[in-house]
Nanobody, 117 residues
Framework: QVQLVESGGGLVQPGGSLRLSCVAS????????MSWYRQAPGKEREFVAS????????RYADSVRGRFTISRDNAYNTMYLQMNRLKPEDTAIYYC??????????WGQGTQVTVSS
């Protein structure tokens, strides 16, 4: 059974940092392309960042490039999102997504990030 579990969200002041984690199971994590998406209240879900299976290929949304860093540890089936210099507009539910061989296309349940003073 494919499972993605996010953690690390919370309340942080503007300018602060958080690190999100996504632990995967039920598929070959090392062969997957992993991504982070987010959805703010009243808005569509949007792409944040993605990372290829070897971690050598990363992409970022313009709104987070230079502030967020995506990474993965295939030994622990875990993906991370280091978020620095957070802004109120980064407030959203953050979801991880996996695409892998065997028609794997799965989402986690999400973790809430709130940036507020």
């Amino acid at each position: 059974q494919v499972q993605l579990v996010e953690s690390g969200g919370g309340l942080v002041q503007p300018g602060g940092s958080l690190r999100l984690s996504c632990v995967a199971s039920g598929f070959t994590f090392s062969s997957s392309v992993m991504s982070w998406y987010r959805q703010a209240p009243g808005k569509e879900r949007e792409f944040v960042a993605s990372i290829g299976w070897s971690a050598g290929s990363t992409r970022y949304a313009d709104s987070v490039r230079g502030r967020f860093t995506i990474s993965r540890d295939n030994a622990y089936n875990t993906m991370y999102l280091q978020m620095n210099r957070l802004k109120p507009e980064d407030t959203a539910i953050y979801y991880c997504k996996a695409v892998a061989p065997g028609r794997i296309d799965a989402w986690g349940q999400g973790t809430q990030v709130t940036v507020s003073s």
